[in-house]
């Protein structure tokens, strides 16, 4: 038993960490997703990780590094299409009961995957020139395209593919929520130690001290949670599966929006401009709470 | 990194589930929670029981007589005596896990030799002297004065919450020793034989009705000099050596019983957010017993990582929950103390104070971790 990262795996996080701070500042994060950003993160390896040879812990550990940097785009849909769907891939789970869909970087996709019950579909971004795309969305790094009807596309997968990427998608959202968290701490952290009010810098305030405390362990926490969702997703005899990336996606989606929240409060009226960078992180943490199942339905689905 | 035991762990784990199965049955019925002299029978014999099979000091080192166990044996000692519903530690607690361990560290030969063997079998019942009615967060301020009179201490003072007391034989105590030194540098820590002349026990009795710490008045009780573990007014730094002594494994048996009552509440969670919040608090243990698996892991290696220090805070904040969601299920049914799901509520209010409370800890975890500016008072 060895639960916590290899010498390989600190080397990868930090290779990833110190791709992201060179290749993915924030001045770049700001421009969104493009096929640059993409082609980057495929000669990473971000994309075939699992292909060549990585494990889901590792591929977990990446993505936690790239949610701590905030990159944009459909990075777990490609990551998961990988292999079977080629190019910059999307995707979205069917609404039921045709109600409209919102799809994100339609632009930028080769091919949107569809899940629904019975399995995945592929759908051509050509078939989807009915979408509208939304003049002002939630969040300005997650370019979306609202459509009445979704059209059917070709089948690719049976229910057990969906299912499947259902699971891995969940982990992968909460790898990057954890690394989005954990961003928020180390960003609120820094700002109660610069900002001076009274004298002394706000962190030294008991009240803004437990408050970034109290982030701090929503995030070892959650990023706790997804390392050891990750373990059972590599080796499923040492825990329930379903249950251990259900909980990796309650506590990293509760953490993300709680330390995005936290950190705003930390940041006091530079927390509410379009400048500082803290509302990304909130914005963001929303449209993934979204994705692969709210933190509430996979509470419910745990409690089952 | 994973999550995966090795057949060693697993070998332990049958061997060990095996000497449950065997032993368990032959233990004497359970002792009323007020019978004090029957209370310490029962745990002292089942210290015994845990000697003789091999199983006592899992953590000490084998010179000492322990174990020296590695840590995912621990654990998995810990889980599988719970889960078998096996007496915990009671009264052997402060002796095999905080004294003993002290003693081990920074005690001389002859205090080793006096005390060791005897916390392991179970001849010896310690209890924890430190806090007192002024100096409980600000444990550094404590003002019982330690007089120097030719090869004894003079003591007096009071302590108060000190859990087994009135059947402690032992008291690991903290005196003031140099009045005008800065506050942690002025303590000392001794070894208190519970029955000199000039000590007086009161049970305080405690919200769930039962008397589990008690007040100690001290007035001018000699204790020899030669009770002095470690250096005299070094006594601050001999406490928190032992801290690092747990290997993170302080909660395991608390962790696997809270998971346990969880499970339990499942049937009960017929309102969608009823069911949400169980959901959320089996996440939350579910996470927390794999940071205490990374705690353990990485304490092998003489690491010390944040989560170590940030365990207690989440664990009391998980706990409370559960607590709260048991109450509110059991509806009326909670009026009644009997039911374990309530005495457990009441028992787990005391987590989030006892042995530094919350605010304490997050006091250490935004300084210590995070790096923001320390309080003055402090110092
Ligand atoms: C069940 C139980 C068993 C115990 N067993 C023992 C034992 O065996 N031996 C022993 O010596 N002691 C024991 N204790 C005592 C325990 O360690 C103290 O109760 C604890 O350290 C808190 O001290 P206090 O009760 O004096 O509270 P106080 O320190 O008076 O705290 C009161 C409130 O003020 C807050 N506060 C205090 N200082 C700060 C600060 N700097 N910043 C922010 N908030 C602050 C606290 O968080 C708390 O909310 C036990 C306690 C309990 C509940």
Known sequence: ?304 | MDLRLSESDEAFRAELRDWLARTLPELPTEPARDDWPARVRYDTDWQRRLFDAGYAGMSWPKEYGGRDAPPSEQLVFLEETTRAKAPYVGVNFVGTLHAGPTLIAEGSDPQRAQHLPRILRGDEVWCQCFSEPGAGSDLAGLRTRAVRDGNDYVVTGQKIWCSFGHVGEYGELLVRTDPDAPKHRGISWLILEMDRPGIEVRPIETLLGSSEFCEVFLDEVRVPVENRVGAENDGWRVTNVTLSFERGTAFVSEMVDARQLAEELRPLTAEPADRRELGRVLAALDALWALTVRNVTQASRGVVGPGALMFKLAYSEARDRLGELSMRLLGRGAFDVHDERVEERLRTLSIPIAAGTSQIQRNIIGERLLGLPREKSWE
């Open chain 1, 1 to 304: 038993m060895n639960f916590d990262l290899s010498d390989d795996q600190v080397a990868l996080r930090d290779g990833i960490r110190k791709l992201c701070e060179g290749r993915f500042d924030m001045a770049r994060v700001r421009r969104g997703f493009d096929r640059s950003v993409f082609a980057e993160l495929a000669e990473t390896g971000v994309f075939s990780a699992r292909a060549d040879g990585f494990a889901w812990a590792d591929v977990s550990i990446m993505f936690q590094e790239l949610g701590r940097a905030l990159v944009p785009g459909p990075l777990t849909w490609s990551h998961l299409a990988h292999g079977r769907v080629d190019g910059v891939v999307g995707g979205v789970e069917r609404p039921r009961g045709g109600e409209p869909a919102y799809l994100e970087q339609i632009d930028v996709l080769d091919a949107l995957v569809v899940l629904d019950r019975d399995g995945v579909e592929v759908v051509a971004p050509s078939a989807l020139a009915d979408s509208i795309e939304l003049d002002w969305p939630l969040d300005p790094l997650t370019p979306v395209r609202r459509i009445t009807a979704l059209p059917a596309g070709e089948r690719v997968g049976d229910a057990g593919l969906a299912r499947t990427w259902r699971r891995g998608g969940a982990l992968l959202t909460a790898a990057y929520q954890a690394g989005m968290a954990q961003a928020c701490v180390e960003r609120a952290t820094a700002y109660g130690l610069e900002r001076h009010q009274f004298g002394r810098p706000v962190g030294s305030f008991q009240a803004v001290k437990h408050l970034l405390a109290d982030m701090a362990v929503q995030a070892e926490v959650a990023r706790t949670a997804v390392d050891a969702a990750a373990c059972v997703l590599d080796d499923p005899e040492t825990g329930d599966v379903d249950r251990a990336v259900s909980g990796a996606k309650v506590l990293a989606g509760d953490a993300a929006l709680a330390n995005a929240k936290g950190s705003l409060q930390v940041h006091g009226g530079m927390g509410f401009t379009w400048e500082v960078d803290v509302h990304l992180y909130l914005k963001r943490s929303w449209v993934l709470n979204a994705t692969f199942g709210s933190p509430t339905a996979h509470a419910e689905a745990l409690a089952r």
